[in-house]
């Protein structure tokens, strides 16, 4: 009998021990980015040129009431336009448009471009300096992004909104130190951080942005020079505080409409502190490579299953 309950003392401990490992062994294989974040990539695109330092990066967002449209002014450096909702129509004055269908569609060529109208997710690319209209003929409202990297804008971007109803709102925008030598790689990506879970901000040969969305951002500083800005309001066309630098050693909090600028090399981490879920929208100016090259080369060509 003696022997009988040794025996199952011992096996009580050995079961209680296996379950000790594996929650260990579970531990050490999670890590906080794999358990609560989701990076989408939005869009991506290579250009043979780039403005040299300091130069002024910027993402900004139109909305077009039906039967309107406006200038897009002159493109001096790399820029993409992407279309969130509705329709846009765009004519082209190029031989090659730089238009592209969301992920899979070829560049449209022609005499003089015929107009094209850009939905959901398609993105157009400026390969001419000279400006041109963007239209919304359709019966709904329209928005679209408008990512710039120019050389330094003076005074940078205001909101306003036109007589017909146009909202030119200013999501966020820095000044960079460091550029990337070309050809450079603007990327744009949305990311999704559950509440308690933190993103490490690495150091990266080029700028990046960051525009909260939703949720509440805790931001902190490791190395280099980070900037943040609050916005004024929670509406569209609020215009942002002044940039402050975020202290090594310090956490810094934004909320929606809030914006982060990170200088080439810079590095820190951004923590969701609410409780629902943090969306940024991210923009970042790298160096492109051969294999970035091919990959977005095969990506214009297939078509989308």
């Known amino acids: 009998m003696r022997l009988v309950t040794v025996r199952a003392l011992l096996l009580v401990v050995l079961l209680g021990l296996a379950r000790l490992g594996h929650v260990a062994r579970a531990d050490d294989s999670a890590t906080p980015e794999a358990a609560g974040v989701t990076i989408q990539l939005v869009l991506r695109a290579r250009f043979d040129d780039a403005p040299p330092a300091p130069a002024f990066i910027a993402v900004t967002r139109y909305t077009l009431p039906p039967g309107t449209s406006i200038a ?20 082209s004055t190029n031989a090659d448009s730089g238009f592209r269908r969301a992920a899979d569609a070829p560049p449209i060529s022609g005499e003089g471009g015929p107009d094209v109208t850009l939905r959901p997710g398609d993105h157009y690319r400026p390969t001419d ?70 993103v490490a901000l690495a150091a990266v ?83 492109a490579n051969p294999a970035t090259a091919a990959s977005l080369a095969a990506d214009s060509a297939t078509p989308a299953a």
């Open 72 to 91: 897009s002014g002159t493109t001096t450096g790399p820029r993409l336009f992407l279309v969130e909702n509705g329709e846009v129509t765009i004519q």
């Open 129 to 198: 300096p000279t400006s041109f209209a963007l239209r919304n003929d359709g019966t709904l409202g329209a928005d679209f992004l408008d990512v710039i990297v120019c050389p330094q804008a003076p005074f940078g971007l205001v909101p306003y909104t036109t007589m017909d109803g146009i909202v030119v709102d200013p999501l966020g925008n820095g000044v960079a130190g460091v550029v990337p030598g070309a050809p450079v790689e603007l990327r744009i990506e949305r990311l999704d951080v559950a509440s308690g879970q933190r």
């Open 205 to 287: 040969p080029g700028p990046r942005l960051f525009v909260v969305e939703s949720g509440t951002l805790g931001l902190a500083a490791d190395a280099g020079v980070i900037t943040y800005s609050g916005a004024a309001g929670t509406n569209p066309g609020s215009t942002a505080g002044r940039a402050r630098t975020v202290a090594p050693g310090t956490q810094s909090l934004l909320t929606a409409r809030g914006s982060v600028f990170v200088q080439a090399g810079a590095s820190g981490t951004a923590t969701n502190l609410g409780r629902s879920r943090l969306m940024l929208l991210s923009v970042s100016l790298l160096p």
